[in-house]
Nanobody, 120 residues
Framework: QVQLVESGGGLVQAGGSLRLSCAAS????????MAWFRQAPGKERELVAA??????TYADSVKGHFTISRDNAKNTVYLQMNSLKPEDTAVYYC???????????????WGQGTQVTVSS
């Protein structure tokens, strides 16, 4: 069993930065693929970034201004978000998968979400 707790969301002006953190419980954190998803009102949940043993992957819309990283010693995954845009406004969710990484249904555990609001 893995519990995920996100933090770091908030209100920021366009062009600003935020760093999201996701703290995980459990001893096997390093074996999981970790990802950040987001869901805006009226839209489907989408994969923002994932980090696996094979590397990183990003949604096209965030490439070049979001960075995912993890610290296995701290059981924590991060999402550094720079040059934020109003369209980045959403609830951001941390997720852990012991299977694949590309699809939301492959993720076994989810955090409660943290709101990110970017004002224009």
């Amino acid at each position: 069993q893995v519990q995920l707790v996100e933090s770091g969301g908030g209100l920021v002006q366009a062009g600003g930065s935020l760093r999201l953190s996701c703290a995980a419980s459990g001893r096997t954190f390093s074996t999981y693929a970790m990802a950040w998803f987001r869901q805006a009102p009226g839209k489907e949940r989408e994969l923002v970034a994932a980090i696996t043993s094979g590397g990183h992957t990003y949604a096209d819309s965030v490439k070049g201004h979001f960075t995912i990283s993890r610290d296995n010693a701290k059981n924590t995954v991060y999402l550094q978000m720079n040059s934020l845009k109003p369209e980045d406004t959403a609830v951001y969710y941390c997720a852990a998968s012991s299977r694949g990484w590309a699809l939301a249904r492959e993720y076994d555990y989810w955090g409660q979400g943290t709101q990110v609001t970017v004002s224009s």
